[in-house]
């Protein structure tokens, strides 16, 4: 519990202010006594520890029911229920768990695996900070701690009494009776999977699953509360992701020779819409978020984001003799998020091992692992935001006054559009070292790593009079070339006991090589009195409101660091005696 001012120091604190002309504490102390300052003075009302009257002890309660069983169908089934009381009252969350793993050979080549979760969360809260449109300059942990800790007997026998000297903050119980959060939230996994052996050293595999997810969130406040009309809020999530993949998978030994082949093709699709309303002028507010239709100003959202995702790729492994090992891998992966111009891509991989401590002429019996690595490849990022490539149109609201409506909906785009956006991609090279000494008890890994990034996804700031603030673009690249080197021992293992010791040291650098675009230039003083002129673009301000707030956190330069911290050099903090 947090450590505040009991009844006599909140006394003692108005009595200081009261006697430097505060009004307010003056009012209220002449509320918390009758005849204040008179011999004849005598409290009204009650102490609270407001505190110690809506924070207690959680109760928990959990009940776990499983069944196992394998008469041809192997199977395993659970379901749980797990309740808990918060620690203030009127809060309480509950939760219902099931699982089901089913495994059966249909046949002599074709099997069967598929596995279920659900899973239902029931909660209610009592709001907090930063709860969005509610606002997050009153909140009932806020209340808890700096409302006075006495009430009137007009506010004890009356939970709507609103005491005319203190309208600043409602009370604890006022927030307990008048105000809640509440959230439904259930999600469903199921998972199916078939395995048909074509040979012994073949199969195939094809997988699909779907992640279904509903969350529905409440908030209210009644006018008790925001000591306005009653405020609240309804958001209505669901979103699922589907996957199917299929795998051709082939191992083959033929002597010292080991073959590990397998050719896939994948697809997912995610999908997620909201919708959302929100009203802080409820005028019928005894049914709570029930009547948010009652409000003439309510507001009302919707967004809904589809996307796909399509790949097909192949991978190799050629082993011999656990001595030389080559690995090539190659997919073309698929984004909805681009244009049909560019929305596939290839990625293409090698890599390849030598295990010299395997060589017949390695003598040196201490070494117990001597392996080189090397390989490359490239990589694809498309994490950009969905419909970029396209012209689509976005609702706001507007705060004009038409018929006694708040607000009113407008309709406009909301996306400057990019038809050439196509994947991100990292070249990628890195070489390696495996080394390890007694069976082990020693072992050192190295591994050394230049890693260039091009067509860099990001969002690109224009002119206000192009409508928009921003657009997606793909410019400039990223250089990163670093080392990392892992040491792990064992300096004690006897008897079951073993104690080890483990250190990893890193040293990466990373430089800016192309902005993508001309840029600014300017001369920059990196050694005093050096001048060197740079190409350069600089990130957000550190806020507003005044000249030194409005300037910018970072610089981005060409042939530098990413993210230089820029602005002005300090001179010191100005000490007592001190002139600035």
């Given at each position: 519990k947090?450590d505040?001012?009991?009844?006599d ?11 430097i ?29 407001w ?22 169908i ?47 969360i ?14 997050v300059?009153?909140?009932f ?7 006075r800790?006495?009430?009137s ?6 939970e ?11 009370s ?8 809640y ?46 000591k306005?009309?009653a405020?609240?809020?309804?958001q ?20 010292k ?13 995610n999908?997620k819409?909201t ?18 239709d ?23 492994i ?6 030389y ?10 984004s ?5 111009k ?23 019996p ?21 419909y970029q ?22 309709l406009?785009?909301?996306?400057l ?5 196509k ?9 390696g070292?495996?080394?390890g000494?007694?069976?082990?008890r ?12 091009y ?22 690249s ?16 006897i008897?079951?006991f073993?104690?080890k010791?483990?250190?990893n040291?890193?040293?990466n650098r990373?430089?800016?090589?192309d ?6 230039a ?6 005093p ?31 530098q ?14 000490q ?5």
């Open positions: 947090i505040v001012l009991g009844f120091e909140y006394v003692s604190y108005l009595e200081l202010r009261s006697a002309g505060n009004p307010y504490s003056n009012s209220l102390l002449n509320s918390i006594y009758e005849n204040y300052g008179t011999p004849e003075q005598s409290m009204t009302g009650e102490v609270r520890n505190q110690n009257q809506y924070l207690g002890n959680s109760l928990r309660q959990r009940y776990y029911f499983s069944a196992s069983g394998n008469n041809k192997y199977y395993n089934a659970s379901v749980g229920y797990n309740k808990s009381d918060g620690i203030v009252q009127n809060t309480s969350s509950e939760q219902i768990t099931a699982r089901l793993n089913l495994s059966a050979k249909l046949t002599k080549k074709l099997r069967l695996e598929s596995k279920v979760n659900f899973a239902y029931r909660s209610r809260m009592m709001q907090g900070a930063g709860s969005g449109d509610q606002g300059s009153s909140s942990i806020k209340s808890l701690v700096i409302y800790p006495w009430v007997i007009e506010e004890k026998e009356n709507k009494y609103e005491d005319e000297s203190d309208l600043s903050i409602s604890p119980t006022k927030w307990v009776n008048d105000s959060q509440t959230r439904n939230e259930t999600r469903v996994t199921p998972n199916i999977s078939l395995t048909y052996n074509i040979a012994r050293w073949i199969n195939f595999k094809s997988s699909a699953g779907i992640d279904y997810h509903m969350q529905e969130m409440a908030k209210y406040k009644g006018p008790t509360v925001s306005s009309p405020s609240g809020s309804v209505y999530s669901e979103f699922y992701n589907l996957n199917w993949d299929n795998t051709l998978n082939a191992k083959k030994k033929f002597k020779h080991n073959i590990d082949a397998m050719l896939g093709f994948s697809i997912g699709q999908c819409n919708s959302y309303v929100f009203s802080d002028d409820i005028t019928q507010y005894g049914m709570g978020t029930d009547n948010l009652s409000s003439p100003s309510a507001k009302f959202t919707y967004s809904e984001v589809n996307e796909s995702k399509m790949s097909f790729f192949a991978r190799a050629y082993n011999y003799a656990d001595r090992v080559i690995t090539g891998t190659y997919r073309v992966d698929g909805s998020r681009f244009a049909p560019n929305r596939f891509s290839s990625f293409p991989s090698l890599a390849a091992a030598w295990r010299v401590n395997k060589e017949r002429w390695f003598k040196a201490v070494i117990s692992m001597l392996k080189l690595r090397a390989g490359w490849g490239l990589v694809g990022n498309c994490s950009v935001k969905p490539y396209m012209s689509t149109y976005g609702h706001a609201y507007e705060g004009y006054h038409f018929n006694d409506a708040g607000y009113i909906t407008t406009g785009p909301n996306v559009t990019n038809e050439d956006l994947w991100e991609t990292t070249d990628q090279w890195n070489v070292l495996d080394f000494m007694w069976d082990g020693l072992t050192v890994v190295a591994d050394a790593y230049y890693k260039n990034t067509d860099l996804l990001q969002s690109r700031i224009v002119t206000y009079n192009s409508g928009f603030s921003n657009m997606y673009v793909n410019q400039g990223i250089l990163n070339k670093g080392v990392e080197i892992t040491l792990e021992t064992v300096p004690v293992s008897r079951g073993e104690w010791l483990s250190g040291i890193s040293f990373n430089t800016l090589t902005l993508g675009y001309e840029g600014n300017d001369d920059f003083y990196f050694t009195g050096v001048k060197t002129q740079q190409r350069y673009y600089t990130g957000a301000n550190i806020g507003s409101g005044g000249y030194h707030s409005e300037q910018p956190v970072n610089i981005y330069m060409q042939g660091p990413i993210g230089l911290f820029y602005g002005y050099k300090t001179d010191g903090l100005v007592e005696g001190e002139y600035g």
